[in-house]
């Protein structure tokens, strides 16, 4: 068992891009198996617990309920579980209530759920939490406005200017704006209840060069785009099962 008092905590500035090898990461507390095998990989794995307020599929999906914001600050819903609160503060982690309750229907469950690469941020700003857009903006990060409000869902972010989506609308603007985006196939990604789920919420950076995703990319149609896309852009590829992706709510590092 770690003993979180003997650990010296350091954050990052932008923890979707991590600058240093990732140590903790938070994940849906139903995926024991992935969180067993980035163990393995000298990871500390934290568990989401269920929340009631969001239908079961995304219940547990930690980019769901919270958005880390970077300098050790991660921004959450204000009725999410006290012990993962406890378990973020373990951490010496500033946790902020938002003021956005989770509700069960889109777009009453997509406040936090805001794709941040370095110094900008997409989302529906309809909807973001103004806790959590505050804070950002505070941090000088520039927001992009979407239709789509699952954004970190629908991107696999690769660094500062460059991600993977299955979302055209995403991809026009971003491309607008000068971002360099892979746009894939919709599909081949599971999400139990859904016909398919997203590619950023199987994924995740564990250090600045690896990219961890939850299953095997043979299994999704645009596999080979893929892959050449992450190597162009000197990323190590790192799976985390043998199966078919899943869509997990991200792998979201802490510190």
Same mark, same amino acid.
């Given at each position: ?134 804070? @950002?903006?505070? =941090?000088?990060? /520039?927001? $992009? ?6 954004? %970190?869902?629908?991107?696999? *972010? +690769? ?70 896309? @992450?190597?162009? =852009?000197?990323? /190590?590829? $790192? ?6 992706? %899943?869509?997990?709510?991200? *792998? +979201?590092?802490?510190?």
């Amino acid at each position: 068992m770690l003993n979180f008092l003997k650990v010296r905590h350091v954050f990052f500035k932008d923890p979707y891009i991590p600058d240093k090898e990732v140590k903790t990461v938070l994940i849906d507390g139903r995926e024991r198996l992935i969180g067993h095998v980035l163990n393995n990989f000298g990871i500390q794995t934290i568990y989401t617990g269920k929340n009631e307020f969001l239908y079961d599929a995304i219940s547990y999906h930690p980019d769901i309920i919270l958005h880390n914001a970077g300098d050790g600050e991660v921004v959450i819903a204000p009725n999410v579980s006290v012990d993962l609160i406890f378990n973020l503060k373990k951490l010496k982690l500033n946790t902020i209530l938002g003021q956005s309750n989770l509700n069960r229907n889109y777009p009453g469950n997509i406040a936090y759920n805001v794709a941040r690469l370095g110094s900008y941020a997409f989302h529906n700003l309809k909807y973001t939490d103004p806790v959590l857009r505050k804070i @950002l903006e505070n =941090k000088g990060v /520039k927001f $992009i406005h979407v239709n789509q409000g699952y954004t %970190k869902c629908n991107m696999a *972010i +690769i660094d500062e200017f460059s991600f993977i989506t299955s979302d055209y609308g995403i991809y026009k603007i971003a491309d607008k704006y000068g971002f360099d985006c892979l746009l894939i196939e919709p599909g081949n990604i599971m999400l139990e209840g859904f016909k398919y789920g997203f590619i950023g919420g199987a994924a995740g950076l564990i250090s600045k060069n690896i990219f961890c995703i939850t299953g095997k990319l043979s299994y999704h149609n645009d596999s080979k785009k893929i892959v050449d896309f @992450l190597t162009y =852009k000197n990323k /190590k590829i $790192i799976y985390l099962t043998p199966f078919q992706i %899943k869509d997990i709510g991200s *792998i +979201i590092p802490l510190n």
